[in-house]
């Protein structure tokens, strides 16, 4: 009787931590392909979105706009997760670099469980120190 609830806790871990790696992947490729109609997918309706010099609250459609812009002008090449981790209020973080034909972008974003799965709630695409 004492291992089914245990069993049940630790099942919902193991598909939330699913949920989570799922949406990660979807952003990055979505950055990878350079495709803000897939990336704001995965937004919360009002998200933080940093642009290069551009930054504030914006709904999903203004950010696929903006985003889309970004796009056409840094055409992806790859994108890789370097690090991760939760910040002290739950939330899972991302940070990663993105490599476009014009140059190199840190990007970190921020997952935010929303009822039964995570949503991105803050997306930073800044100028790279790194690049080449």
């Given at each position: 009787m004492n291992r089914i609830p245990v069993l049940l806790v630790g099942m919902m871990l193991v598909f939330g931590l699913r949920a989570q790696d799922a949406v990660k992947d979807q952003v990055v490729q979505a950055m990878k392909t350079g495709s803000p109609k897939e990336l704001v997918a995965q937004f919360i309706p009002?998200?933080?979105?940093?642009v290069k010099e551009v930054s504030d609250?914006?709904?999903?459609?203004?950010?696929?706009q903006i985003l889309r812009k970004f796009f056409n002008e840094n055409q992806p090449v790859d994108m890789v997760i370097e690090h991760k981790g939760e910040s002290k209020f739950g939330d899972k973080y991302y940070i990663g670099i993105l490599r476009t034909r014009t140059g190199y972008f840190r990007v970190t974003f921020f997952l935010k469980r929303t009822e039964d799965t995570y949503q991105v709630k803050q997306l930073r695409i800044e100028n790279s120190k790194n690049d080449l």
């Open positions: 009002n998200i933080d979105l940093t609250v914006y709904s999903r459609a203004q950010a696929e």
